[in-house]
């Protein structure tokens, strides 16, 4: 009978260890590869935000630069009117009314800074909080004699 050969012999060790290499050696490059390439699609990308913003400020540069927009521009936002021309604004009721009704409230008091201050030392020296809680008004600052004034 005939001696059975080693499935594994030594030069496909040395095939098999030389490709392992080869790929070892690769894998770096491709890795950077692709990553450098990942990085030039972003640039890509952000190159092209940069070029469509750049032609959409050219077209307002060029829009601003025409009186007739300009008029426009005034008449709509700043409600212009120009001289000799009967002009007219529509208010919407609900907004008016609302506009009406928060024009005549009148916006809270705020103390001075150094009743602020005064009464964040109380508040400090009595353990509560500063800030007055939500309806509660804290009382105004009481001068105190010190001991030693005798």
Same mark, same amino acid.
């Given at each position: 009978?005939?001696?059975?050969?080693?499935?594994?012999?030594?030069?496909? =060790?040395?095939?098999?260890?030389? !490709?392992?290499?080869?790929?070892?050696?690769?894998?770096?490059?491709?890795?950077?590869?692709? &990553?450098?390439?990942? #990085?030039? =699609?972003?640039?890509? #990308?952000? #190159?092209?935000?940069?070029?469509?913003?750049? #032609?959409? /400020?050219?077209?307002?540069?060029?829009? /601003?630069?025409?009186?007739? $927009?300009?008029?426009?521009? =005034?008449?709509?936002?700043?409600? $212009?009117?120009?001289?000799?021309?009967?002009?007219?604004? !529509?208010?919407?009721?609900?907004?008016?009314?609302? =506009?009406?009704?928060?024009?005549?409230?009148?916006?809270?008091?705020?103390?001075?800074? $150094?009743?602020?201050?005064?009464?964040?030392?109380?508040?400090?020296?009595?353990?509560?909080?500063?800030?007055?809680?939500?309806?509660?008004?804290?009382? &105004?600052?009481?001068?105190?004699?010190?001991?030693?004034?005798?």
């Amino acid at each position: 009978m005939a001696a059975k050969r080693p499935q594994l012999t030594g030069r496909a =060790a040395i095939l098999a260890v030389v !490709v392992c290499a080869i790929a070892m050696s690769l894998a770096y490059p491709v890795r950077e590869y692709v &990553a450098q390439r990942r #990085q030039i =699609a972003q640039l890509e #990308q952000q #190159q092209a935000n940069a070029l469509r913003k750049l #032609q959409n /400020l050219e077209e307002r540069r060029r829009r /601003l630069e025409d009186p007739e $927009y300009i008029k426009r521009l =005034a008449k709509e936002r700043l409600f $212009y009117c120009e001289p000799g021309a009967d002009c007219y604004q !529509v208010l919407d009721e609900e907004k008016a009314g609302a =506009a009406a009704a928060k024009a005549g409230t009148k916006p809270p008091e705020r103390p001075a800074w $150094y009743v602020t201050l005064w009464r964040s030392f109380e508040a400090a020296d009595k353990g509560r909080p500063a800030v007055p809680q939500q309806g509660q008004r804290s009382p &105004a600052p009481t001068p105190t004699a010190s001991p030693a004034s005798g």
